[in-house]
Structure formats: C-alpha cells, structure tokens
C-alpha cells in the first residue's frame, strides 16, 4: 500500500514503504497500538517504526524462506514471548488486521 500511496514515479524500499505505511500511514490511535504491542524481552515497548521492521523481518522470513512457525502473536490473555526475534507480542492478530485496514483507509483518503 505504501509502494502504491508513494506513486510509480518514487523507488521505495519494501522495508522502507512498510516503515512508512506504519509510521505515517497509519492514524493514531493505531499507530501507538503498533508501538505498544510488541515490547523487547524488558517489556519496553518497541515503538511503531521499530515494531513495523519487526512485522517486516516475519514477511520476509514467511515468504523468503517458508518459516510460517517461529513468530506467534498474542492474545488478549496471553502475550506471547518469541525469544529467536527477541519480541514478545501482545498485539493480536485481529488488532494488527484493524491496524493495516485504518492505514488502507487513510492512504486512500489521502489519495482522494
């Protein structure tokens, strides 16, 4: 979405457009919800810009080389500590899917 908002005329990095997708693309309050749902393994938060290289690092470990197992989101009774990213989740699946669809929107409206 970010390589589409940026336009043809622009050559942007995929980690580059996901940094931008999820650090300005995405409107506050979801852009904070990035940030706080994944913390280090001292339970800081890492941060939007930070968190969006961590969801960039698991596409690219997904659909480079097929390790679909070794990152697990969280629930809402359960954060889930993956010690291989050295992150532990606290963002569900279904929050990261709200996160993504307000980011669409806003480029969208951006657009208009």
């Keep these: 979405m970010a390589k589409l908002y940026a336009g043809s005329a622009t050559s942007v990095?995929?980690?580059h457009a996901v940094r931008d997708f999820f650090c300005v693309l995405v409107p506050e309050p979801h852009r904070t919800a990035l940030g706080d749902g994944f913390t280090n393994l001292r339970h800081e938060p890492l941060g939007p810009c930070a968190s969006a290289d961590v969801l960039y690092d698991i596409r690219c470990s997904v659909a480079h080389e097929g390790n679909y197992w070794s990152f697990t989101m969280g629930t809402q009774e359960m954060p889930m500590v993956n010690a291989e990213a050295g992150v532990i989740a606290r963002l569900?699946?279904?929050?990261?899917?709200e996160i993504?669809?307000?980011g669409c929107i806003n480029a969208a409206n951006l657009r208009l």
């Design 100 to 102: 993504v669809a307000h």
């Design 92 to 97: 569900t699946s279904q929050e990261s899917i």
């Design 13 to 15: 990095g995929s980690r």
